[in-house]
């Protein structure tokens, strides 16, 4: 786009800089299957490892096809530069990687997906980094847990069971006072959510969610907001400021911006260093098939929050729902972060309550014929999920409460289908889940 547009469905079809494939003229964006490039010439290819040109050296580190969803993608979060990888997971390894090393800590918020909190409790402790959990209900908890040695804060905008959004300006605010940025998890809100807008200095995405949306691709990025002073604190922010041995001593703070002219340090250490020492590319064909999604994914956001606010009006007045959860349903200040935080809808999960406890969230599921019942979300299909007999079936009753489920929680996550069908289904499942099962009755 000669200018580029600020509009999400604009920016998904046309953003960063591809016009047409420079080789073919292609519309359409070609996958590059190749590992590497031809140098020009031995200057050419000393220039792009000392990084004083750029341009493509190996695909594990760049790609054509990539470069388009990462610009894309960058541009749809309003920040400076993207970096790809594998999944979502590998998204979040990186994204705390790339600031902390062994014997230092990071803040996270206790709101977190599941594989997540297995990443920062135990992997990252076996690599000597330390995760500090903060109960995100009062901002201020993020505070408390810094000392000298903490690198970043970590939270997602929308994080289910409880799916209360983050409060990320407030948490944000906290974090610049002490040189610390905040990496924010956007896979559940992406284009209803802008967190960089808010402060963040980094969002990750799974981009297996709403992004590729139609569950047919596992990949992850990082986006870096280009908002955050790197060398401001040297202390706070070693891995940016202190001689990099495995780059020719290379001070990433300060050479980046000074090669780029851009304040891109983290998304550059992301890619030269990270994806170049521990792997995890995203594939080009898995690029390409989450740029397909991309190009409707602002449309199918339209439609998955429209959906969304129909099911919740019809949940509520089900005799066989004890509770829904939605962010707009939160009482007080939680329930006015939608408000403060969201434009153009709510998100697509829901929780609910299915009345009668393990039996009928059970029943319920089993009931529901047009549903998927997956361990996932973000799909154009819709979704359903009951953690107490699935995901978090190995956890104790106390630790069920403690991670927000309840015996007849449900996740939904809801798709881009006719609402009229979706509520049918939920209906006919939820009049089922009541009704007294035949072997209890003989
Ligand atoms: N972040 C969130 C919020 C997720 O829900 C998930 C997966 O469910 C991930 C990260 C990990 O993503 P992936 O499955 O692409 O590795």
């Not at 000298?148 to 799916?163: G, I, M």
């Not at 064909?285 to 989450?290: Q, Y």
């Amino acid at each position: 786009m000669s200018k580029q547009s600020k509009n999400p469905e604009t920016i998904a079809l046309h953003g960063g800089d591809y016009r047409s494939d420079p080789a073919t003229t292609a519309v359409a964006v070609p996958i590059y299957r190749t590992t590497s490039y031809q140098f020009n010439n031995t200057g050419h290819a000393a220039n792009l490892f000392a990084l004083k040109e750029f341009g493509n050296i190996y695909t594990r580190i760049m790609n054509p096809t990539n470069d388009v969803l990462e610009k894309r993608v960058a541009a749809l979060e309003n920040g400076l530069a993207c970096v790809t990888v594998g999944s979502g997971q590998a998204a979040s390894t990186f994204a705390i990687v790339n600031v902390c090393q062994a014997g230092d800590n990071f803040v996270s918020s206790t709101d977190l997906y599941g594989g997540t909190v297995n990443l920062f409790t135990h992997t990252l402790k076996k690599l000597g980094i330390e995760v500090r959990y903060a109960d995100p209900s009062d901002p201020k908890n993020f505070e408390k847990a810094i000392d000298e040695k903490t690198r970043c804060f970590y939270a997602e905008t929308l994080p289910n069971p409880y799916l209360r959004v983050f409060p990320i300006k407030e948490v944000s605010d906290i974090g610049r006072k002490h040189n610390i940025p905040l990496i924010m998890d956007n896979t559940a809100a992406p284009i209803i959510c802008k967190p960089l807008d808010h402060g963040a200095a980094v969002v990750v995405h799974s981009l297996t969610k709403f992004i590729g949306g139609h569950g047919t691709v596992i990949g992850g990025c990082l986006v870096d907001g280009g908002n955050f002073d790197w060398t401001a604190d040297p202390k706070r922010q070693p891995l940016f400021n202190e001689p990099d041995m495995s780059y020719g001593g290379a001070k990433w703070g300060e050479v980046v911006p000074q090669l780029t002219g851009a304040n891109v340090s983290f998304a550059v250490r992301a890619r030269v260093c990270l994806l170049r020492d521990l792997g995890a590319p995203l594939a080009p064909d898995n690029a390409w098939g989450i740029i397909q999604g991309l190009e409707t994914a602002p449309l199918r956001m339209k439609q998955h929050c429209s959906n969304a606010q129909k099911v919740v009006d019809f949940l509520q007045k089900h005799k066989n729902v004890d509770r829904v959860i939605y962010p707009t349903l939160h009482k007080g200040v939680v329930g006015d972060r939608a408000k403060k935080y969201f434009s153009g809808g709510n998100g697509a999960l829901i929780g609910i309550e299915v009345k009668g406890g393990v039996e009928a969230g059970k029943k319920f599921i089993e009931a529901l014929k047009m549903f998927y019942h997956v361990a996932n979300i973000g799909d154009a299909r819709s979704l359903a999920i009951h953690p107490a007999t699935t995901t978090h079936s190995q956890l104790s009753e106390e630790e069920l409460l403690a991670a927000g489920v309840t015996p007849g929680y449900v996740r939904l996550s809801i798709g881009i289908e006719h609402p009229d069908d979706i509520i049918a289904d939920l209906k006919q499942a939820l009049d089922a889940s009541g009704k007294p099962s035949l072997k209890a009755v003989s």
